[in-house]
């Protein structure tokens, strides 16, 4: 979840409507950069702790609320981990979770 994006690329992108990087891999949404406080502020029904990220549901997210490409939030947003926040609209992880939901 790294990359620079152009401005128009940013504006163009609106994650509500969206959802697609919360639902790409179980691996993405990892709480690796995080200290135990930092975890310990995300409920502990979304949390995998033996494997160190958030819970999934497939690929899928367990704080992921909505449907993917119509509209959908984070449940724990104002606690997310890292990587989440990292992940700016039109970088390339975005692109790449955007087009296995055929969102362009
Ligand atoms: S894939 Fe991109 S547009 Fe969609 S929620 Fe993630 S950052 Fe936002
Ligand atoms: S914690 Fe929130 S922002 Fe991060 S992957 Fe899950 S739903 Fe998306």
Known sequence: MTGAAPPDEVTRYDCQSCGACCSYSRDW???TLEDDA????????FRDDDSGRMRCEGDRCA???GTVG???????YAVR???CR??????????IARERFGLG
Do not use: H, K, N
């Open 81 to 83: 981990p890292e990587v």
């Open 63 to 65: 704080a992921l609320v």
């Open 29 to 31: 949404p990892r709480l």
């Open 70 to 76: 119509v509209s959908t939030s984070c449940a724990i």
């Open 38 to 45: 930092a975890i310990a502020r995300i409920s502990a029904e």
């Open 86 to 95: 990292a992940c700016l609209p039109g970088d390339d992880a975005c692109r």
